[in-house]
C-alpha cells in the first residue's frame, strides 16, 4: 500500500440541525482511509473492541482498504459524542470514552514499516510519535492532525511530534488554541513556527488555506447547501489531500495546490450525509465533476487593466 494511517476507530453519536445518530461508524482513521482510497491504497493501523461489528470492517475492505492493521482489544470501541447544534463547523464534544483506545500501543506490521506516505490521524500524539518511530527511511511525507482533547491533554508530546512534521493539518478552532492566536495569518506562522514544513488549516465551511515559507494558497468550501453531518468532514478533506499526493507521488506547489482542491472535494461528499453514507459511496465521474466546478468557482480572468482612477504618481 502507498498510504499509511494511524488514529481513531469509533462508534459516534452525533446530533445536527438534520436529525441524530447513535452508534454510527466514525473515527478519525476511518474517514480519512475512505477518503483516500478514491485515489491510493491505503493501509489502516487502529484498534476496536469486540462489538466492532463485521459489516463495518467489510465497508473499509470493500473500499481495497487493508485492515489488517487493526487491532481487536477486549472491550469496548472508542465512543464519541458530539453536537453540531450550535456550530456546523466545529463540534461540541459532549462525552468521549477512550475505552479500548485508552491502551492502544500499535506495533506496525513490517509490510507496512516501508510505506512511503504517512497520516498521523487525530489519536494520542504519544501513539502518533511511536509509528513514526517504526518506519523505514523509505517514508517520503508525513503528515498529521490533532484536536482540542490532546492539545490540552498532550502538549508536550504533541509539540514534538509537531516538529517532524512535513504537513500540520488542523482545524481552525483548534490551531488557534494550540498557538493561542486569532488572527488567521498570525495562527498559520505560529504552527509553522513549531516546526512543520506546511500547514493547512481547515475551516469548516469557509474552505482551507495553505501556507508555507513560500507559498499561501486559500480556497473557498465547495458551497454545499444542506450539510446532513459535518462529522468526519477534516479527516476527509485529509484523505483526499493524502490521497492526491501519495497518488501522484508529487512533492511541489501545484500537486499541493490541486491536493487542498482533491481534499476540499471529497469533504463536501462528506457532509452531504450522516457518517459515512454519502462519502463511502461516491462514483468517479462525481468526484471529477466536483474537481472541474471547483475551477469556475474559484478562477477570473487576470488579464485585465484594471480600471484604476487616474493617480497623480
Ligand atoms: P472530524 O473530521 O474532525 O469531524 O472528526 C470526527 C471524528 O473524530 C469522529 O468520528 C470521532 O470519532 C473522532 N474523534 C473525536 N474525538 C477524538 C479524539 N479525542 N481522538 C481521536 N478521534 C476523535
Not at 470493500?62 to 458530539?82: L, N, P, R
Not at 486569532?182 to 513556527?193: F, K
Not at 478533506?237 to 512533492?251: L, Q
Request: charged share 20%.
Amino acid at each position: 500500500m502507498n498510504l499509511l494511517v494511524v488514529g481513531s476507530m469509533a462508534y459516534d453519536d452525533v446530533e445536527t440541525p438534520a436529525g441524530t445518530r447513535t452508534h454510527q461508524l466514525g473515527g478519525s482513521v476511518t474517514y480519512f482511509s475512505v477518503a483516500a482510497s478514491y485515489f491510493t491504497g491505503v493501509a489502516i493501523i487502529g484498534i476496536v473492541g469486540q462489538d466492532f461489528q463485521s459489516e463495518h470492517r467489510e465497508l473499509l475492505t470493500s473500499k481495497g482498504i487493508d485492515t489488517s492493521g487493526i487491532e481487536i482489544a477486549d472491550g469496548q470501541t472508542f465512543h464519541w459524542s458530539g453536537s453540531y447544534l450550535n456550530d456546523l463547523n466545529d463540534a461540541e464534544t459532549v462525552e468521549t470514552d477512550l475505552n479500548v483506545f485508552a491502551n492502544f500501543n500499535p506495533t506496525v506490521p513490517q509490510k507496512h514499516q516501508s510505506t512511503p506516505y504517512l497520516f498521523l490521524a487525530n489519536c494520542d500524539p504519544e501513539t502518533q510519535q511511536s509509528v513514526l518511530n517504526q518506519m523505514t527511511d523509505n517514508l517520503q511525507l508525513v503528515a498529521g492532525d490533532t484536536m482540542n482533547h490532546w492539545i490540552v491533554e498532550k502538549r508536550q508530546p504533541l509539540d514534538h511530534l509537531m516538529t517532524q512534521l512535513d504537513f500540520s493539518v488542523i482545524n481552525e478552532a483548534e490551531a488557534r488554541m494550540y498557538t493561542e492566536k486569532s488572527n488567521l495569518v498570525d495562527v498559520a506562522e505560529g504552527i509553522l513556527d513549531e516546526g512543520p514544513d506546511n500547514v493547512i488549516i481547515k475551516r469548516g465551511e469557509y474552505g482551507a488555506v495553505l501556507y508555507n515559507e513560500n507559498q499561501r494558497f486559500i480556497v473557498p468550501a465547495y458551497p454545499v447547501q444542506n450539510i446532513i453531518d459535518p462529522t468526519g468532514a477534516g479527516d476527509s478533506f485529509a484523505g483526499g489531500f493524502m490521497g492526491y499526493i501519495a497518488a501522484t507521488g508529487r512533492h511541489d506547489p501545484e500537486t499541493y495546490r490541486q491536493a487542498v482542491i482533491a481534499g476540499s472535494v471529497i469533504a463536501s461528499f462528506t457532509v452531504e450525509g450522516f457518517g459515512l453514507d454519502r462519502l463511502a459511496n461516491l462514483t468517479n465521474d462525481e468526484i471529477t465533476d466536483r474537481f472541474f466546478e471547483f475551477e469556475d468557482l474559484t478562477t477570473f480572468d487576470t488579464a485585465i487593466r484594471l480600471p484604476l482612477r487616474n493617480s497623480t504618481t
